[in-house]
């Protein structure tokens, strides 16, 4: 286990809508990032924060926004959910300050039908 | 992140030993390289980091030759457990800077009765 949790685990939305999905942290640790992982493919980086801040974005339109709050934790938000975005969303949370490396969550599996 | 390759399926017998080698030709000098193991539906984790020459934990071994464009992932005695998909990363995980981990395509691990 490494002590980073998500919620929910499954969630099921209509295109169009809007979803808000959610991390927090292994203690200890101060930056998060979040992935889409396809079916079948490696996971995909759509951002960091650290210190509540964008700390970096992969190749994702800007309707994929973030949070991060004082205690480490952090969302990430959807809008105008599309059939695409159908996946398994994970964050990982890490120590910036080291070169240890990222723990993930079990993620959020998400459906738009 | 330097791009990495590696083979996109695996077949072992239960008890043997496998070895997987990712391919990394344009690593940076101050890039690591680490594996991770993925299960369906869950989020990966993480399995050794290593810089040069050899790393071994609890679970396995990673060998890094000299010139660090390559690395093998080594699991002693495997059990039908180990069935997963095996991901090679090579970057900076943490630096002080912006941080991304890249994940290729991995490599889908069977071990068989």
């Known amino acids: 286990e490494t002590g980073v949790t998500q919620s929910p685990t499954h969630l099921i939305k209509t295109r169009g809508q809007q979803v808000t999905l959610r991390c927090s942290s292994q203690?200890?640790?101060?930056?998060v990032s979040w992935y889409q992982q396809a079916l079948g493919q490696g996971p995909q980086f759509i951002f960091q924060?650290?210190?509540?801040?964008?700390?970096g974005r992969g190749n994702f339109p800007p309707r994929f926004s973030g949070l991060q709050f004082p205690n480490y934790s952090s969302e990430l938000n959807v809008n105008a959910l599309e059939l695409d975005d159908s996946a398994l969303y994970l964050c990982?949370?890490?120590?910036?300050?080291?070169?240890?490396?990222?723990?993930f969550g079990p993620g959020t599996r998400l459906l738009v039908l | 992140l330097a791009k990495t390759t590696q083979p996109i399926s695996m077949d072992s017998y239960e008890g043997q030993e496998v070895n997987i080698t990712c391919s990394h030709n344009?690593?940076?000098?101050?890039?690591?390289i680490t594996w991770y193991q993925q299960f369906p539906s869950q989020g990966p984790r993480f399995i050794i980091q290593?810089?040069?020459t050899k790393v071994t934990n609890e679970v396995a071994s990673l060998f890094i030759p000299a010139d660090r464009k390559s690395s093998t992932l080594s699991l002693p005695r495997v059990s039908l457990s180990d069935t997963a998909v095996y991901y090679c990363?090579?970057?900076?995980?943490?630096?002080?800077?912006?941080?991304?981990?890249?994940f290729g395509t991995g490599t889908k691990l069977q071990v068989i009765p």
């Open positions: 990982a949370s890490s120590f910036r300050d080291t070169q240890e490396t990222q723990y």
């Open positions: 203690s200890g640790h101060n930056t």
């Open positions: 924060y650290y210190r509540e801040e964008e700390n």
């Open positions: 344009n690593i940076a000098t101050n890039d690591y």
């Open positions: 290593g810089y040069k």
């Open positions: 990363l090579v970057g900076v995980l943490n630096s002080g800077g912006y941080q991304k981990v890249t």
